[in-house]
């Protein structure tokens, strides 16, 4: 393998992917998934049979979102980590305008949406929902990487309510799950709340089938990574020669997603002047989905300094939206 020297000179991406590929096991990052591609296959991930997570997380913002905005103290100002492109979110911006109008007499503008995403694809997309179905609502989103700074944030007037749901939080292992959190409260006022959105445990063979969809969606959505880089760091990742690769592990209580080599081979990265070798069945690891339960998400969030509210879940207790208090 060989590295290119002037590596401390990357940056962001470059940085990582380089770092990545370099070290074993073989790793990238999650936010490569959600190019243009990736945000279409995430979202034909969500309406898969199979990915019960964001329909059980639907049905209980249908159950309970006035519940919850009128918990969090009717906060006029939405902001929604992750947004995507902000489809759930309808029913908590309908909940809090519903709220507002009993309260005000329904004054313009009264609830102001801002939906914070790295993929500017997808937030494109949300603005045009919220703008077309919900007119009444201010949009002002943010192409942003929360990852690294909440710092705009604290600068927002008035009282607000985060939305971290669907189960984005998932992704992180459970210290970094506790330091984004509390980072997060640290941009927070007095009277903000968060509406974390998590994934719970549940029988294996659900969450196998939830990652490894019967239609290859999945699948297609972990390979897309690689046809990124491919297009973005002039590589030549060969499609056919990596698979798809689902596991659960039952010592973190988190399903993994990797990119297995059918064959040892070699792939050139030409932008990054590195050439990575695979053995035959080595993978790259590219997702992690933590799956709580309740004591693992008190952990979590005591340990960033949120006290749980409350919390609403679904009949089979899949899927758990906790509302927290800085
Ligand atoms: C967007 C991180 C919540 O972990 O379930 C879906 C991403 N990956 N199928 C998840 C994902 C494969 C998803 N999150």
Same mark, same amino acid.
């Given at each position: 393998?060989?590295?290119?020297?002037?590596?401390?000179?990357?940056?962001?991406?470059?940085?990582? /992917?380089?770092?990545?590929?370099?070290?074993?096991?073989?790793?990238?990052?999650?936010?490569?998934?959600?190019?243009?591609?990736?945000?279409?296959?995430?979202?034909?991930?969500?309406?898969?049979?199979?990915?019960?997570?964001?329909?059980?997380?639907?049905?209980?913002?249908?159950?309970?979102?006035?519940?919850?905005?009128?918990?969090?103290? &009717?906060?006029?100002?939405?902001?929604?980590?992750?947004?995507?492109?902000?489809?759930?979110?309808?029913?908590?911006?309908?909940?809090?305008?519903?709220?507002?109008?009993?309260?005000?007499?329904?004054?313009?503008?009264?609830?102001?949406?801002?939906?914070?995403?790295?993929?500017?694809?997808?937030?494109?997309?949300?603005?045009?929902?919220?703008?077309?179905?919900?007119?009444?609502?201010?949009?002002?989103?943010?192409?942003?990487?929360?990852?690294?700074?909440?710092?705009?944030?604290?600068?927002?007037?008035?009282?607000?309510?985060?939305?971290?749901?669907?189960?984005?939080?998932?992704?992180?292992?459970?210290?970094?799950?506790?330091?984004?959190?509390?980072?997060?409260?640290?941009?927070?006022?007095? &009277?903000?709340?968060?509406?974390?959105?998590?994934?719970?445990?549940?029988?294996?063979?659900?969450?196998?089938?939830?990652?490894?969809?019967?239609?290859?969606?999945?699948?297609?959505?972990?390979?897309?990574?690689?046809?990124?880089?491919?297009?973005?760091?002039?590589?030549?990742?060969?499609?056919?020669?990596?698979?798809?690769?689902?596991?659960?592990?039952?010592?973190?209580?988190?399903?993994?997603?990797?990119?297995?080599?059918?064959?040892?081979?070699? /792939?050139?990265?030409?932008?990054?002047?590195?050439?990575?070798?695979?053995?035959?069945?080595?993978?790259?690891?590219?997702?992690?989905?933590?799956?709580?339960?309740?004591?693992?998400?008190?952990?979590?969030?005591?340990?960033?300094?949120?006290?749980?509210?409350?919390?609403?879940?679904?009949?089979?207790?899949?899927?758990?939206?906790?509302?927290?208090?800085?």
């Amino acid at each position: 393998m060989s590295v290119n020297s002037a590596a401390l000179l990357l940056e962001g991406d470059a940085r990582e /992917v380089l770092h990545g590929l370099s070290t074993r096991p073989k790793k990238l990052p999650v936010r490569l998934f959600y190019d243009a591609a990736g945000s279409a296959l995430f979202e034909q991930i969500t309406e898969l049979p199979e990915y019960y997570v964001t329909s059980t997380e639907q049905g209980i913002f249908e159950r309970h979102a006035l519940a919850m905005v009128a918990a969090a103290g &009717g906060a006029s100002t939405i902001v929604e980590l992750g947004a995507g492109t902000a489809k759930k979110t309808m029913l908590v911006l309908r909940a809090s305008l519903d709220l507002h109008r009993r309260h005000n007499n329904g004054s313009r503008h009264d609830v102001t949406f801002i939906p914070v995403d790295v993929s500017s694809f997808a937030l494109g997309l949300a603005n045009d929902r919220v703008r077309s179905e919900l007119p009444q609502v201010a949009v002002h989103p943010l192409v942003m990487d929360y990852t690294h700074s909440f710092a705009p944030l604290s600068q927002l007037p008035g009282a607000k309510l985060i939305l971290y749901i669907g189960s984005s939080i998932g992704n992180f292992e459970p210290m970094a799950a506790s330091a984004l959190l509390r980072r997060l409260r640290s941009s927070l006022n007095p &009277g903000d709340s968060l509406l974390l959105g998590v994934d719970m445990r549940k029988p294996v063979d659900v969450l196998l089938r939830a990652y490894d969809d019967s239609e290859g969606v999945t699948a297609r959505f972990n390979l897309n990574i690689l046809t990124r880089i491919n297009r973005e760091f002039e590589a030549d990742f060969d499609l056919s020669a990596f698979e798809h690769c689902v596991r659960w592990s039952e010592r973190h209580s988190r399903i993994e997603m990797h990119l297995r080599s059918r064959v040892a081979q070699s /792939v050139r990265v030409a932008a990054l002047d590195l050439t990575v070798d695979f053995d035959e069945g080595e993978t790259i690891h590219t997702e992690n989905s933590y799956k709580f339960t309740p004591s693992m998400l008190e952990a979590v969030t005591f340990n960033a300094g949120f006290a749980i509210e409350q919390s609403w879940s679904d009949e089979r207790n899949w899927f758990t939206v906790t509302l927290l208090r800085a």
